[in-house]
Nanobody, 121 residues
Framework: QVQLVESGGGLVQPGGSLRLSCAAS????????MGWYRQAPGKQREFIAR???????NYADSVKGRFTISRDNAKNTVSLQMDSLKPEDTAVYYC???????????????WGQGTQVTVSS
């Protein structure tokens, strides 16, 4: 099994910054893409950012230029630096990872439990 554990959420004022981290552990041979999603109350979960094992990134238009995704392949971690935060960024943030459990085996997506980010004055 694979576990993803997020950390770094909290309360921040508009214009402030937060850094989220997510660590993957368990039966991991390799990890393909890792990413971040968020879900605000009453809304569907939405894509925020994604990074491949080669370092290629893509972002949702709503966060482009404000959020930066990065990863440490040696530690199986992914981070999300969030700057210039807005009240509309308030949501539960989830990380996910496309994990290969064994050599030449299939990959499977796993999700973390989520961490709350609240942007409010």
């Amino acid at each position: 099994q694979v576990q993803l554990v997020e950390s770094g959420g909290g309360l921040v004022q508009p214009g402030g910054s937060l850094r989220l981290s997510c660590a993957a552990s368990g039966s991991i041979f390799s990890i393909n893409a890792m990413g971040w999603y968020r879900q605000a109350p009453g809304k569907q979960r939405e894509f925020i950012a994604r990074i491949t094992n080669g370092g290629s990134t893509n972002y949702a238009d709503s966060v482009k230029g404000r959020f930066t995704i990065s990863r440490d392949n040696a530690k199986n971690t992914v981070s999300l630096q969030m700057d210039s935060l807005k009240p509309e960024d308030t949501a539960v943030y989830y990380c996910n990872a496309d994990v290969v459990a064994r050599a030449r085996g299939p990959s499977r997506y796993y999700w973390g439990q989520g961490t709350q980010v609240t942007v409010s004055s």
